[in-house]
């Protein structure tokens, strides 16, 4: 079975783009989760979708960020305008069950630098 | 005091070394609790849950004590593929599980 797929793998972009992150959970799996890890903040939780509906945005950092799940096998998270300090690495995670507290399984992550 | 507390590291140890982490927490009501690991450049994965009467995989072993309110791992016999960083995740009474910032292992030869 495919696990956690994202795209881009690799995104340049100069500041002012918009930018925009593509998440295919597993197949099956309710919860989806956005990350962004950093050297200096480590993991952080962005927003959590359970059965396509968000459930916790408080870790979206400003009105720059905006997530969406219009299906069960699709996630997106754009950030328009981009500024340098979003350079990160952002991961897709998905999970089994209807609660936040089960096993995730992450995706390979996509490396945004915004020049 | 953070939600979720580690040692960065990183700790140096050498091949066939036995060595462990801890990892406190705030929130005495959790119930989850996970080790992830996570290699450079790459992906956080699962190492192991951890359980209330501790729990054992090969070499690496998982421990809680909810009085202190902290978990451990202690891996025995260092191989250089350990060589990552260890995550601790721990449900803080949050929607979603919270990820410690982690420590860095590297083992030697």
């Known amino acids: 079975d495919a696990g956690v797929i994202q795209s881009p793998r690799h995104e340049v972009t100069e500041m002012g783009q918009e930018v925009t992150l593509r998440c295919k959970p597993i197949s099956g799996h309710n919860s989806l989760f956005w990350y962004r890890q950093t050297m200096m903040r480590g993991l952080e939780l962005l927003i959590y979708f359970n059965n396509n509906v968000p459930i916790d945005d408080s870790g979206m950092p400003e009105d720059r960020f905006s997530a969406k799940m219009p299906n069960a096998s699709f996630s997106t998270l754009k950030i328009q305008p981009s500024e340098p300090r979003d350079s990160a690495v952002y991961f897709c995670a998905s999970s089994l069950g209807a609660g936040g507290h089960n096993e995730q399984f992450f995706g390979p992550g996509t490396r945004l630098t915004v020049l | 005091r953070k939600e979720v507390e580690q040692d960065p590291g990183p700790f140096n140890v050498p091949e066939g070394a036995t060595v462990a982490f801890n990892c406190t927490y705030s929130?005495?009501?959790?119930?989850?609790f996970f080790w992830y690991r996570q290699d450079c450049r790459k992906e956080p994965k699962l190492l192991m849950s951890?359980?209330?009467s501790g729990n054992e995989d090969g070499r690496f072993t998982a421990q809680l004590n909810r009085a202190s309110q902290y978990i451990s791992l202690l891996i025995r016999d260092s191989k250089l593929s350990d060589s990552a960083t260890y995550l601790c995740v721990i449900d803080t009474g949050r929607r979603a599980l919270t990820f410690g910032s982690g420590t860095r292992l590297q083992v030697q030869p």
């Open positions: 929130n005495s009501a959790s119930q989850s």
């Open positions: 951890v359980y209330s």
